[in-house]
């Protein structure tokens, strides 16, 4: 099946959805000559992404993600070093203002979601390092406890030593 794809002063191309999601949005780079580095999706024409972007979709199918004979608009999403999302925008010269700005909530809602994510990340981390430094004491505690049976065994060996003296 195809899609259209709408870019520049309303001029459309039409791409074979029968691929993965990966070598569909590279066609797409190279056709419009974008960067390989540029991070690019597409979205309806009422502004909902589709989010073919992010890793879990980049292998599944795109025949299965979009829907045939429909119109995508293609977006490029800003991003900063961090990998925190900053904005959005539409490489089709006429778009609506409602539709960029249903645009941008996707992103935001994204970013608010990326930040919660990673809250979680680390404060998984930290309960994993504080675990891990218990189950450290405890080894430790355990070896003190070691040690401390040891020793009266040698004590007794010493004091069996001073009975035969005797």
């Known amino acids: 099946m195809f899609i259209y794809i709408k870019h ?8 074979n959805t029968n691929c993965p999601v990966i070598v569909l949005m590279q066609h797409i780079k190279t056709r419009l000559r974008l ?7 597409l979205c309806d024409e009422r502004g909902m992404l ?16 979009l829907k045939a004979r429909e119109s995508f608009i293609v977006c490029v999403i800003k991003c900063m070093s961090d990998g925190a999302y900053t904005s959005v925008s539409a490489l089709l010269s006429s ?8 645009l941008q909530t996707q992103i ?22 504080k675990n891990s430094a218990q ?7 355990k070896r003190k ?4 049976v040891s020793a009266p065994d040698e004590v007794q060996r010493n004091t069996g030593d001073k009975k035969s003296r005797n």
Do not use: W, Y
Not at 35 to 41: G, P
Not at 95 to 102: G, K, M, P, R, Y
């Open 145 to 148: 406890k070691v040690t401390h």
């Open 35 to 41: 960067a390989e580095s540029e991070l690019i999706d």
């Open 8 to 15: 520049g002063d309303n001029d459309q191309f039409l791409v």
């Open 50 to 65: 589709k989010f073919l972007f992010q890793p879990q979709n980049s292998q599944e199918s795109a025949c299965g993600l």
């Open 108 to 129: 935001d809602n994204l970013e608010k979601t990326r930040l919660k994510q990673l809250q979680i990340v680390q404060a998984l981390m930290a309960t994993s390092e």
């Open 135 to 141: 189950a450290l004491t405890k080894i430790i505690k």
């Open 95 to 102: 778009v609506h203002s409602a539709v960029l700005e249903t």
